[in-house]
């Protein structure tokens, strides 16, 4: 398995900013994901970040809202922009490590006001 | 439609006892990820199933998926209250990357 550690582990924001969550592993991986846990909802998957390419995002969600970088293969920021109560969620990494085993960090729970 | 449906939605069990929870989907899985979630916090990786008929288990966790690898079940043997929380499947419907569908998720709370 792997050590992934996200910051901020929680934050109460205002409507109209934005918040960006790092993600950081504790060994090089290729592949990485941002996924979205709205509240009694499940997971749904916002992009996948590779290193050196450009995010790819889901239907739903667009660069301009949810920018990504991945500058290094241990490290990835995705911050929510211009935020709204509706973007309220658990916002959760995950990195695949050896054969399709995927590991989730703990997740930045965000309150937008 | 929701493309993996999970059963029960919750479920209450007295310590002690077994339980079996599903998840099923209408097509062909390429990977099938069980994974525990405490209440607003990450998600705890269990076991990763590819093969038709495969069989898995961790501790008193064994997860199974069936031979046309589109049913997956969890069963936990003598439960205990450190088994409570919310039980995720995800999958791997396209086999051409790892992005991940997932259910709604099972709370199960187990009564000491």
């Known amino acids: 398995s792997a050590v992934i550690s996200q910051k901020p582990s929680r934050d109460i924001c205002q409507r109209g900013t934005s918040l960006t969550i790092q993600c950081q592993v504790d060994s090089q991986v290729t592949m990485m994901f941002w996924y979205r846990q709205q509240p009694g909802q499940s997971l749904t998957l916002i992009a996948t970040?590779?290193?050196?390419?450009?995010?790819?995002?889901e239907s739903g969600f667009v660069i301009d809202k949810f920018p990504i970088s991945r500058p290094n293969l241990t490290f990835s920021t995705l911050t929510v922009s211009n935020m709204s109560p509706e973007d309220s969620s658990i916002y959760l990494c995950?990195?695949?490590?050896?054969?399709?085993?995927?590991?989730f960090g703990p997740g930045t729970r965000l309150t937008v006001l | 439609s929701q493309e993996l449906e999970q059963s029960p939605q919750s479920l209450i069990v007295q310590e002690g006892k077994n339980l079996t929870i599903n998840c099923t989907s209408s097509?062909?899985?390429?990977?099938l990820y069980w994974y525990k979630q405490k209440y607003g916090e990450g998600l705890i990786f269990l076991m990763m199933?590819?093969?038709?008929?495969e069989e898995k288990s961790h501790e008193k966790i064994t997860a199974k998926l069936d031979e046309k690898k589109q049913q997956s079940s969890l069963h936990i043997t003598a439960s205990q209250p450190s088994h409570a929380g919310i039980y995720l499947c995800g999958a791997d419907m396209s086999g051409a990357n790892s992005k991940l569908t997932f259910g709604k998720g099972i709370t199960l709370s187990v009564r000491p």
């Open positions: 199933l590819q093969k038709g008929g």
């Open positions: 970040a590779n290193q050196g390419s450009e995010a790819t995002y």
């Open positions: 097509k062909t899985l390429y990977g």
């Open positions: 995950s990195v695949e490590l050896g054969y399709n085993e995927q590991f």
